[in-house]
């Protein structure tokens, strides 16, 4: 049985495996997420500029419930409206060495369904 910083040094194991094959241009940014025990954050990177476009959190939301499945939608389609004011329709999906389940899955959909291409 793995301790939670077992399983966190693993997640970072797999974020670093990942990013060295994901990167976000000025055409194609790329979506990263985080996920803390309290909150989810989402953020759409240009990579090529080092810059953040447009970012999103359960925290700035005011929700009432901001680590669950709802919150994690939330974000999605916040960040999808912010990211189609800025003309941004075809991004990378960065999962940050999360498992594609639960509140990272209905992120991604939350922005599939906010009219982003990835």
């Not at 990013?19 to 979506?31: D, L, N």
């Not at 970012?55 to 994690?72: D, H, I, P």
């Not at 960040?79 to 999906?93: G, P, Q, R, T, Y």
Request: proline share 1%; with cysteine; aromatic share 8%.
């Amino acid at each position: 049985m793995y301790t939670i910083f077992d399983r966190n040094k693993q997640r970072l194991h797999r974020h670093k495996r990942i990013r060295a094959k994901i990167s976000g241009t000025s055409t194609c940014p790329r979506i990263c997420l985080y996920r803390s025990n309290k909150f989810i954050y989402a953020s759409i990177i240009d990579d090529s500029q080092h810059k953040t476009l447009c970012s999103s959190s359960s925290a700035k939301l005011n929700l009432e419930y901001t680590s669950n499945v709802e919150a994690a939608k939330a974000v999605g389609k916040d960040l999808a409206s912010k990211a189609l004011a800025l003309n941004i329709k075809n991004v990378v999906f960065d999962r940050s060495g999360y498992t594609y389940h639960g509140q990272v899955k209905a992120l991604a959909e939350a922005c599939r369904e906010g009219g982003l291409v990835f």
